[in-house]
């Protein structure tokens, strides 16, 4: 079994930054992508950063040049630095990966619990 946990949640003003963190743990072979979304009450979740294996970062149009995702591969990490918060930030964000698990090599999709991020003005 694979785990993900989302850290680094909380409330901020406007214009502030938080730093979130996605851990994943478990009998993980590789990790082939990884990414972040969020979604508000009512709405389809949102796909913020993606990081395919070997890649560079993909970002939703709403949050490029604010936001910056990165991967720690030795330790199976994935970061999400929010600069410039805004208060349509406003949402829970989860990690997502899909994952190679090292006892059948098969691949399969994991999702984190998520973290809330809220930005007042």
């Known amino acids: 079994q694979v785990q993900l946990v989302e850290s680094g949640g909380g409330l901020v003003q406007a214009g502030g930054s938080l730093r979130l963190s996605c851990a994943a743990s478990?009998?993980?072979?590789?990790?082939?992508?990884m990414g972040w979304y969020r979604q508000v009450p009512g709405k389809e979740r949102e796909r913020v950063a993606a990081?395919?294996?070997?890649?560079?970062?993909l970002y939703g149009d709403s949050v490029k040049g604010r936001f910056t995702a990165s991967r720690d591969n030795a330790n199976n990490m994935l970061y999400l630095q929010m600069n410039s918060l805004k208060p349509e930030d406003t949402a829970v964000y989860y990690c997502?990966?899909?994952?190679?698990?090292?006892?059948?090599?098969?691949?399969?999709?994991?999702w984190g619990q998520g973290t809330q991020v809220t930005v007042s003005s």
């Open positions: 997502n990966a899909i994952v190679i698990w090292s006892l059948d090599r098969r691949e399969y999709e994991y």
């Open positions: 478990g009998s993980i072979f590789s990790i082939n992508y």
């Open positions: 990081i395919y294996s070997g890649g560079d970062p």
